[in-house]
């Protein structure tokens, strides 16, 4: 079963702006993992957030965590036809097991 | 480049035939995971070792086992295949533990390009 749930499903942008990526997940966890792909090759990590951190920045990337709220955010600001994608987000639980979301299709259009 | 190397890159077979997939992780990582990929089931995490040790299971079927060798390497093993189990096959690694209170223990995953199975 999926513990993260991705919102939405896809979305599509033009060049230069920012794109907004959810997540949502049901128990409590270690940390939570921002991961991209691109068509038919292996997942990337982009971010890792730990439970205890609210916010964290990477370059264009900036992720939010709420714990209460059992949310994520990830936003990638200024976007370029580079960041088409599908973005994970991906939840550590105790054991070490990393569970990931449906994802969200990114598409940026230059 | 990940430093993941999984092999081979496509593989076609029939169904129930047995086939092997294999996994060298990113030097200096000793655990290694298996997440199938396919467009129903989304990214299911398989298993996962630790320096020859299984560490944590997931939705990994019996007629599935996997074993993580002295050098570390990885082997998954898919038998009586069936039509199903044709999906993206990842293989990832990391230097997380899996143990809890392990410094470790939050580290992001290390992913190979995986090997495409296709089951006729």
């Known amino acids: 079963s999926q513990q993260g749930e991705e919102d939405p499903q896809a979305l599509s942008i033009q060049e230069g702006e920012n794109a907004t990526m959810n997540c949502s997940y049901k128990?409590?966890?270690?940390?939570l993992q921002w991961y991209r792909q691109n068509s038919g090759r292996g997942l990337v990590h982009l971010i890792l957030?730990?439970?205890?951190?609210r916010e964290k920045h990477s370059g264009r990337l900036r992720v939010t965590l709420d714990t209460s709220k059992k949310s994520s955010s990830l936003l990638i600001t200024a976007s370029r036809a580079a960041d088409t994608a599908s973005y994970f987000c991906?939840?550590?639980?105790?054991?070490?097991?990393?569970?990931f979301g449906q994802g969200t299709e990114l598409s940026v259009k230059p | 480049d990940s430093g993941v190397t999984q092999t081979p890159k496509h593989l076609i077979t029939a169904t129930g035939q047995r086939v092997t997939l294999r996994c060298s992780p990113r030097s200096g990582d000793l655990s290694v995971y298996w997440y199938q990929q396919s467009l129903d089931q989304g990214l299911q995490f398989l298993i996962q070792y630790y320096n020859g040790e299984e560490r944590a299971k997931g939705n990994i079927l019996e007629r599935f086992s996997a074993q993580q060798f002295p050098d570390l390497h990885s082997e998954l093993n898919l038998s009586s295949l069936e039509l199903g189990d044709s999906a993206l096959y990842f293989c990832?690694?990391?230097?997380?533990?899996?143990?809890?209170?392990?410094?470790?223990?939050?580290?992001?995953?290390?992913f190979g390009n995986g090997t495409r199975l296709t089951v006729t």
């Open positions: 990832a690694s990391s230097v997380a533990t899996g143990a809890v209170g392990d410094s470790s223990y939050n580290s992001p995953l290390h």
């Open positions: 991906a939840t550590e639980r105790t054991g070490g097991k990393l569970i």
């Open positions: 128990t409590s966890i270690n940390n």
């Open positions: 957030i730990r439970s205890n951190e």
